[in-house]
């Protein structure tokens, strides 16, 4: 079946440095998407990427997603204590099922 | 605009009692519909997932069914729970075209006991 992979599984920050997480995909996908999923909570989308080699922003986020369309990442510039939670990449191959990744646990210590 | 419910929010059940857990969603039509299980500090595993009332696909062999009977009811269902049953249960609906963003519901904390 269709994986996704994410790593690291956990990373934890001092307030202020940065932070990546990485997404694999074992086949193409037709999209990725990103979530963010507070603690006790539930995902919350954050962006879509379609094309190749598409790079999107959304303040101190960057989302890239590969050339070949097969992995992505998202890298958080200055990390502040509000981004904790687990961020999940999510990759579509066809418009219908959706697959998530294992998720990266953010930890931001003050 | 779009609004998804899903029930009960908690949920302790013994060994070997059935399970019904609901999803509806209001304000779209015909959305795909996901039911997922997130394991305690664990990624999001797909469950089922379906394009339409009827149409079912299931992505683990496991102790779970689902149904779809109207447009925008998903169930998750057990005849038998287990322990490894436990989790945390999301259900989830997307469009069906364009912009594939997926809406969680609030989620069910089920403990097998």
């Known amino acids: 079946g269709q994986q996704v992979m994410q790593i690291p599984q956990y990373q934890h920050v001092q307030e202020g440095e940065d932070f990546t997480t990485y997404c694999n995909s074992s086949?193409?996908?037709?999209?990725i998407q990103w979530y963010k999923q507070r603690p006790g909570g539930h995902p919350v989308f954050l962006i879509q990427?379609?094309?190749?080699?598409e790079v999107k922003k959304q303040k101190r986020l960057t989302f890239q997603f590969g050339e070949a369309k097969k992995n992505s990442s998202l890298h958080i510039t200055a990390t502040q204590t509000t981004d904790v939670g687990t961020y999940f990449c999510a990759g579509q191959r066809g418009a219908n099922n959706l697959f998530f990744g294992t998720g990266t646990r953010l930890t931001v210590i003050p | 605009s779009q609004t998804i419910h899903q029930w009960p929010a908690t949920l302790v059940q013994p060994v070997g009692s059935p399970l019904s857990l609901e999803c509806t969603v209001e304000g779209t039509s015909n959305p795909n519909l996901y039911w997922y299980r997130q394991a305690a500090g664990r990624g999001l595993q797909l469950l089922f997932y379906s394009v339409g009332i009827g149409q079912i696909s299931s992505e683990v062999p496991q102790n779970l069914s689902a149904s779809r009977p109207q447009d925008r009811q998903f169930i998750l269902s057990s005849k038998k729970l287990l322990l490894s049953d436990s989790g945390f249960y999301l259900c989830?609906?997307?469009?069906?075209?364009?912009?594939?963003?997926?809406?969680f519901g609030q989620g069910t904390r089920l403990t097998v006991v």
């Open positions: 990427l379609v094309k190749s080699g």
């Open positions: 989830a609906w997307s469009g069906a075209t364009g912009l594939f963003e997926a809406f």
């Open positions: 086949t193409t996908l037709s999209n």
